[in-house]
């Protein structure tokens, strides 16, 4: 059932690709995207065979390996650099990818390693197990940051708040972390020395976006332009004006739940929602019939980095959140974002088909 | 919270169960955030989205072309190609710069200025720039459509002047409307980038020329370029005009003022019909019809003898002698001239002060003042008059007025006065101040056009005119108000004078043609022309802070045919041209080929013969109604000889 939902929105995704390429030099993104879901539905499989508990003994060898390739792929000669990021590591023969996706996978496992331990011993997570389950995180963090890249970055925040939140924090030291964190990002607002002059600028657009139309402004104005256009039933497929005129930025990734938006409206909008929610609750579903904790923690992993992005993404597109370039899951136009989709939900039908056993 | 700590509890199905409502949470809100937008902001949004792709493109109307009265075309219109750059999403634009420059032969440096000119309008405001490009370069943007796609190109139409700066000076030119233009009333409905008559007809009639623009709504895409259209709405193209300009005329009076400076002006004083106009030096109006070079505007503008100015309406000098026809006006009408003798030693003095005059005339009386142009007879007249009656009726033949002409920047003059003294100089009238005006001399200033209509008036009876350069009867009413009243003057107006006055000066005026007079070399054999010359000291009548420094006299004549209700009166100014007699020799020219032309159609053949032989049988024709009307010659013209 829950694959039925996926393949449901990998349609809508190729479709609205097609759609929002149609005009462009893109054309034909939509193949590549079908190509990507290809691929990801047999890596989803083949990972399902390999029992999660293997993939657990692995992880902090993949632990290891992924912070190397995130410092690789800072070196230049190695890393790739597009639109004044290095994010990329070329394969050569023109197939590049991207690490930080793929550490997000990796992530998981680990930190469902790491709680698994801590559950075992049955006791309440001390400061020194929160500092290490965080320190855990905030080095991957730190290498994607540096790349730079804030969207990638902050999605392993989830993993971390979803460890620490089933592997037992207390709700008094939740409370003294997050006044912690408060007081950091008062200080770092404060000084205003931790925020790119384009990632500054990104906030005061989602915080006015009428204040520069042509400029920083564009993109989130632009994205609010084709949603509420859109209207309750859209434009059609084809015809939403701010998708085939290029108005709307990148509307095949980033921007992609806009573009949907605007063609198929307020009714269209809400089917992607139910969709989503019905895969989320599905894999909650699935962590309450996992067979053991590590089971149960990998799935929450996967399902707080799925609805955290879903939740920046479409909130960025109506508004709510600033601009970042967190991909859409299942939606979004790109190869390493849509494998490492699949291959988390192939570690979930992993945990799930092994439910009975013990 | 929790101190019982086992495995069931830390990964409790209500820990579990928690997450659920977080995730139903999160969809809510994000449900509210799209219900927001998409249901109750999306009429808003909508017309965001239409503003966003539609622009409204104007649809230029094809300005009026300009026809002469007999239909021959003198402006017309052409098609041109326009380039423009686009700015918006140019990151790389300064990359291009030397492409660009290469293609359209426009130096790099220049396109910068005209981006750093921009700099602060809107982005999606492209930017002119070249207008008028050659096909070669049109065939460069077309080549280069991928590597160049901030290039645009537009189609417009372009003025096309006659060569050379022929009737410039009447036609005008257009150019882009300025911003001064704009904040003044009378271009209240124009915008920002509207092409509009800088002067002459072009500008007087440019309501009616310019036609009413149309609209495209044009669907473009985020970079400016157009994608689709909407839908339009057309342009009402400009009205075309016909002149009262006589082509073959205007050639022989462009000819004969060829390489000289002044003005020619050739009026019907039955109707005020302008039948030619010129001014030198004159401007090629095509320059500024595309974007002016600084060479040549500088060439223009520093060249002390004004080629922009219309001599024939705003060259305002002393009219010299050609204002003894008005003297003689007010002396016989003053009945003060009739038996009036003077003799003519060189000269007079009077009021202390000696007057000269070139030559010794001996004994001269109203019937060889005129053609003798004797200074002596004129400053004794003066004198006898005295200044209030000459300004009184100096300005009943509108001098120190407009006449009202339909033409932009037409220029007063002075009929020198004792109030006018006392406002402009501050100063008393000295009875010395009116022995100079007598011989158009001292404060005296005329145009050309100011000269023509007040001389043939006298001629015509006494009939004044409003000369016009536009044919009646192919404006609306309300835009002829709309002209009269934005070219104020005296208009149209009667004077009084009797029959035989009338004859009295008329024929004084054909003897200024005669062996006796002092055109006498201008004399056309077999054409009953009358005039008068003016040789006027530029000394006293100069401006001041001209570049000019020249003091060789102003040549002036005003003549026309006949000598009574005359078909065409020709006002001819030649700045420093020595002799009144100078310019006397290229009006008979214009007149000459007005003759040969009026000759050449069947039963004109004697219109225009010597002398009338038959003095005191026609009635001064005052009222135009009774003018001969296309000169068909069927028209009873009063009076005819042979």
Same mark, same amino acid.
């Given at each position: 059932?829950?694959?039925?939902?996926?393949?449901?929105?990998?349609?809508?995704?190729?479709?609205?690709?097609?759609?929002?390429?149609?005009?462009?030099?893109?054309?034909?993104?939509?193949?590549?995207?079908?190509?990507?879901?290809?691929?990801?539905?047999?890596?989803?499989?083949?990972?399902?065979?390999?029992?999660?508990?293997?993939?657990?003994?692995?992880?902090?060898?993949?632990?290891?390996?992924?912070?190397?390739?995130?410092?690789?792929?800072?070196?230049?000669?190695?890393?790739?650099?597009?639109?004044?990021?290095?994010?990329?590591?070329?394969?050569?023969?023109?197939?590049?990818?991207?690490?930080?996706?793929?550490?997000?996978?990796?992530?998981?496992?680990?930190?469902?390693?790491?709680?698994?331990?801590?559950?075992?011993?049955?006791?309440?997570?001390?400061?020194?197990?929160?500092?290490?389950?965080?320190?855990?995180?905030?080095?991957?963090?730190?290498?994607?940051?540096?790349?730079?890249?804030?969207?990638?970055?902050?999605?392993?925040?989830?993993?971390?708040?979803?460890?620490?939140?089933?592997?037992?924090?207390?709700?008094?030291?939740?409370?003294?972390?997050?006044?912690?964190?408060?007081?950091?990002?008062?200080?770092?607002?404060?000084?205003?020395?931790?925020?790119?002059?384009?990632?500054?600028?990104?906030?005061?657009?989602?915080?006015?976006?009428?204040?520069?139309?042509?400029?920083?402004?564009?993109?989130?104005?632009?994205?609010?332009?084709?949603?509420?256009?859109?209207?309750?039933?859209?434009?059609?497929?084809?015809?939403?004006?701010?998708?085939?005129?290029?108005?709307?930025?990148?509307?095949?990734?980033?921007?992609?739940?806009?573009?949907?938006?605007?063609?198929?409206?307020?009714?269209?909008?809400?089917?992607?929602?139910?969709?989503?929610?019905?895969?989320?609750?599905?894999?909650?579903?699935?962590?309450?019939?996992?067979?053991?904790?590590?089971?149960?923690?990998?799935?929450?992993?996967?399902?707080?980095?799925?609805?955290?992005?879903?939740?920046?993404?479409?909130?960025?597109?109506?508004?709510?959140?600033?601009?970042?370039?967190?991909?859409?899951?299942?939606?979004?136009?790109?190869?390493?974002?849509?494998?490492?989709?699949?291959?988390?939900?192939?570690?979930?039908?992993?945990?799930?088909?092994?439910?009975?056993?013990? | 919270?929790?101190?019982?700590?086992?495995?069931?509890?830390?990964?409790?199905?209500?820990?579990?169960?928690?997450?659920?409502?977080?995730?139903?949470?999160?969809?809510?809100?994000?449900?509210?955030?799209?219900?927001?937008?998409?249901?109750?902001?999306?009429?808003?949004?909508?017309?965001?989205?239409?503003?966003?792709?539609?622009?409204?493109?104007?649809?230029?109307?094809?300005?009026?072309?300009?026809?002469?009265?007999?239909?021959?075309?003198?402006?017309?219109?052409?098609?041109?190609?326009?380039?423009?750059?686009?700015?918006?999403?140019?990151?790389?634009?300064?990359?291009?710069?030397?492409?660009?420059?290469?293609?359209?032969?426009?130096?790099?440096?220049?396109?910068?200025?005209?981006?750093?000119?921009?700099?602060?309008?809107?982005?999606?405001?492209?930017?002119?720039?070249?207008?008028?490009?050659?096909?070669?370069?049109?065939?460069?943007?077309?080549?280069?459509?991928?590597?160049?796609?901030?290039?645009?190109?537009?189609?417009?139409?372009?003025?096309?002047?006659?060569?050379?700066?022929?009737?410039?000076?009447?036609?005008?030119?257009?150019?882009?409307?300025?911003?001064?233009?704009?904040?003044?009333?009378?271009?209240?409905?124009? !915008?920002? $980038?509207?092409? +509009? &008559?800088?002067? %002459?007809? /072009?500008? *007087?009639?440019?309501?009616?020329?310019?036609?009413?623009?149309?609209?495209?709504?044009?669907?473009?895409? !985020?970079? $400016?370029?157009? +994608? &689709?259209?909407? %839908?339009? /709405?057309? *342009?009402?193209?400009?009205?075309?005009?016909?002149?009262?300009?006589?082509?073959?005329?205007?050639?022989?009076?462009?000819?004969?003022?060829? &390489?000289?400076? %002044?003005?020619?002006? *050739?009026?019907?004083?039955?109707?005020?019909?302008?039948?030619?106009?010129?001014?030198?030096?004159?401007?090629?109006?095509?320059?500024?019809?595309?974007?002016?070079?600084?060479?040549?505007?500088?060439?223009?503008?520093?060249?002390?003898?004004?080629?922009?100015?219309?001599?024939?309406?705003?060259?305002?000098?002393?009219?010299?002698?050609?204002?003894?026809?008005?003297?003689?006006?007010?002396?016989?009408?003053?009945?003060?001239?009739?038996?009036?003798?003077?003799?003519?030693?060189?000269?007079?003095?009077?009021?202390?002060?000696?007057?000269?005059?070139?030559?010794?005339?001996?004994?001269?009386?109203?019937?060889?003042?005129?053609?003798?142009?004797?200074?002596?007879?004129?400053?004794?007249?003066?004198?006898?008059?005295?200044?209030?009656?000459?300004?009184?009726?100096?300005?009943?033949?509108?001098?120190?007025?407009?006449?009202?002409?339909?033409?932009?920047?037409?220029?007063?003059?002075?009929?020198?006065?004792?109030?006018?003294?006392?406002?402009?100089?501050?100063?008393?009238?000295?009875?010395?101040?009116?022995?100079?005006?007598?011989?158009?001399?001292?404060?005296?200033?005329?145009?050309?056009?100011?000269?023509?209509?007040?001389?043939?008036?006298?001629?015509?009876?006494?009939?004044?005119?409003?000369?016009?350069?536009?044919?009646?009867?192919?404006?609306?009413?309300?835009?002829?108000?709309?002209?009269?009243?934005?070219?104020?003057?005296?208009?149209?107006?009667?004077?009084?004078?009797?029959?035989?006055?009338?004859?009295?000066?008329?024929?004084?005026?054909?003897?200024?043609?005669?062996?006796?007079?002092?055109?006498?070399?201008?004399?056309?054999?077999?054409?009953?022309?009358?005039?008068?010359?003016?040789?006027?000291?530029?000394?006293?009548?100069?401006?001041?802070?001209?570049?000019?420094?020249?003091?060789?006299?102003?040549?002036?004549?005003?003549?026309?045919?006949?000598?009574?209700?005359?078909?065409?009166?020709?006002?001819?100014?030649?700045?420093?041209?020595?002799?009144?007699?100078?310019?006397?020799?290229?009006?008979?020219?214009?007149?000459?080929?007005?003759?040969?032309?009026?000759?050449?159609?069947?039963?004109?053949?004697?219109?225009?013969?010597?002398?009338?032989?038959?003095?005191?049988?026609?009635?001064?024709?005052?009222?135009?109604?009774?003018?001969?009307?296309?000169?068909?010659?069927?028209?009873?013209?009063?009076?005819?000889?042979?």
């Amino acid at each position: 059932m829950l694959l039925g939902f996926v393949l449901v929105l990998s349609v809508f995704s190729v479709l609205e690709i097609r759609s929002a390429t149609a005009m462009t030099k893109f054309h034909g993104f939509q193949q590549k995207q079908m190509l990507f879901l290809g691929l990801g539905i047999v890596a989803m499989f083949a990972i399902s065979m390999v029992d999660y508990h293997r993939l657990l003994d692995i992880a902090n060898w993949a632990y290891g390996f992924s912070v190397i390739s995130l410092v690789a792929v800072l070196i230049p000669h190695i890393g790739q650099k597009v639109l004044g990021a290095r994010r990329w590591i070329n394969l050569g023969g023109g197939a590049h990818f991207q690490p930080s996706e793929w550490v997000k996978l990796v992530l998981i496992l680990a930190m469902a390693r790491y709680m698994w331990g801590k559950v075992a011993e049955g006791k309440e997570l001390s400061w020194s197990d929160i500092g290490k389950a965080s320190a855990l995180v905030v080095v991957p963090v730190a290498l994607v940051l540096k790349q730079p890249d804030l969207g990638t970055a902050l999605t392993y925040l989830p993993v971390l708040i979803a460890g620490l939140f089933l592997g037992g924090m207390r709700w008094r030291q939740a409370a003294w972390v997050l006044l912690g964190l408060a007081m950091l990002g008062g200080l770092g607002l404060a000084t205003g020395k931790h925020l790119k002059p384009y990632q500054q600028k990104r906030i005061d657009a989602f915080l006015n976006p009428d204040s520069d139309p042509k400029g920083s402004g564009y993109q989130i104005r632009q994205s609010l332009i084709a949603v509420g256009s859109g209207g309750i039933w859209g434009k059609g497929t084809n015809k939403g004006t701010q998708t085939q005129g290029d108005f709307l930025p990148i509307p095949y990734t980033d921007f992609i739940f806009a573009a949907f938006c605007e063609e198929h409206g307020f009714v269209g909008a809400v089917v992607v929602l139910l969709l989503y929610f019905l895969i989320l609750v599905r894999l909650i579903q699935n962590a309450q019939t996992a067979a053991d904790p590590p089971g149960t923690l990998i799935v929450m992993g996967v399902m707080a980095v799925t609805l955290f992005q879903i939740a920046i993404n479409i909130g960025m597109c109506v508004g709510l959140m600033p601009v970042t370039g967190i991909p859409l899951p299942l939606m979004s136009y790109g190869g390493s974002s849509i494998i490492f989709t699949f291959l988390a939900l192939g570690i979930v039908m992993n945990v799930r088909m092994r439910r009975f056993v013990n | 919270m929790d101190t019982g700590i086992g495995r069931e509890e830390k990964l409790s199905a209500a820990k579990l169960h928690m997450t659920q409502y977080v995730v139903a949470a999160v969809m809510l809100v994000l449900g509210i955030g799209l219900w927001r937008l998409q249901v109750l902001g999306s009429d808003n949004y909508k017309v965001l989205a239409e503003q966003n792709r539609v622009r409204k493109v104007p649809v230029l109307a094809p300005r009026g072309k300009i026809f002469d009265r007999e239909g021959r075309i003198i402006v017309d219109n052409y098609p041109s190609v326009s380039c423009y750059l686009l700015r918006d999403q140019q990151q790389k634009l300064e990359a291009d710069l030397p492409l660009i420059s290469g293609g359209l032969h426009i130096p790099v440096d220049q396109i910068e200025a005209d981006l750093k000119r921009f700099q602060y309008a809107p982005k999606y405001q492209s930017i002119p720039l070249k207008q008028d490009i050659t096909p070669d370069e049109q065939a460069f943007i077309e080549a280069h459509r991928n590597e160049l796609p901030e290039l645009e190109t537009l189609d417009e139409q372009r003025r096309l002047y006659p060569r050379d700066g022929f009737a410039a000076h009447m036609i005008g030119y257009v150019g882009e409307i300025s911003e001064n233009d704009l904040n003044e009333e009378k271009y209240a409905a124009y !915008s920002p $980038g509207d092409v +509009v &008559g800088k002067s %002459g007809v /072009e500008e *007087a009639y440019d309501s009616v020329l310019r036609g009413v623009d149309g609209s495209r709504d044009v669907i473009v895409n !985020s970079h $400016g370029k157009e +994608v &689709g259209t909407l %839908g339009q /709405e057309m *342009a009402t193209p400009g009205k075309d005009l016909r002149l009262t300009l006589d082509l073959d005329l205007q050639m022989a009076a462009e000819k004969a003022l060829e &390489g000289k400076i %002044g003005a020619i002006v *050739a009026m019907d004083p039955h109707t005020g019909e302008i039948l030619a106009m010129v001014s030198r030096p004159t401007y090629d109006p095509n320059e500024f019809a595309v974007r002016l070079t600084k060479a040549y505007w500088k060439s223009i503008n520093e060249d002390p003898n004004h080629p922009m100015m219309n001599k024939a309406l705003q060259a305002q000098l002393a009219p010299g002698s050609t204002f003894k026809v008005i003297m003689t006006l007010a002396g016989l009408q003053e009945n003060v001239a009739q038996d009036m003798h003077v003799v003519c030693n060189g000269g007079a003095t009077f009021y202390g002060h000696f007057f000269g005059c070139d030559k010794h005339h001996g004994s001269v009386d109203i019937h060889n003042a005129l053609p003798y142009s004797c200074d002596t007879f004129y400053y004794t007249l003066a004198a006898k008059l005295g200044i209030d009656k000459i300004a009184a009726y100096g300005h009943s033949v509108g001098m120190g007025m407009k006449t009202g002409i339909d033409l932009p920047d037409e220029q007063v003059g002075v009929m020198p006065s004792e109030p006018w003294k006392l406002k402009t100089l501050h100063d008393k009238w000295y009875a010395g101040d009116t022995i100079s005006v007598g011989i158009g001399q001292g404060f005296d200033e005329a145009t050309p056009i100011q000269l023509a209509r007040a001389l043939s008036g006298i001629a015509s009876g006494g009939a004044l005119v409003r000369p016009h350069v536009l044919l009646p009867g192919q404006i609306s009413e309300s835009q002829q108000t709309a002209i009269e009243q934005t070219y104020t003057g005296s208009g149209a107006a009667r004077i009084p004078i009797t029959t035989e006055n009338w004859q009295t000066i008329t024929d004084d005026m054909a003897n200024v043609l005669s062996p006796i007079g002092t055109a006498a070399e201008a004399h056309l054999e077999g054409v009953d022309f009358a005039g008068k010359t003016g040789t006027a000291d530029v000394i006293s009548g100069r401006k001041k802070g001209t570049a000019d420094k020249s003091t060789i006299p102003n040549a002036w004549f005003v003549g026309m045919t006949p000598r009574r209700n005359p078909d065409i009166v020709v006002a001819v100014l030649w700045e420093h041209g020595y002799w009144g007699n100078n310019s006397a020799k290229l009006a008979a020219q214009v007149i000459n080929a007005y003759v040969t032309k009026q000759r050449s159609k069947a039963g004109n053949l004697m219109r225009y013969a010597s002398a009338p032989k038959t003095d005191g049988v026609g009635q001064p024709v005052a009222k135009h109604e009774d003018a001969p009307v296309g000169l068909g010659g069927s028209a009873p013209a009063t009076p005819t000889g042979q």
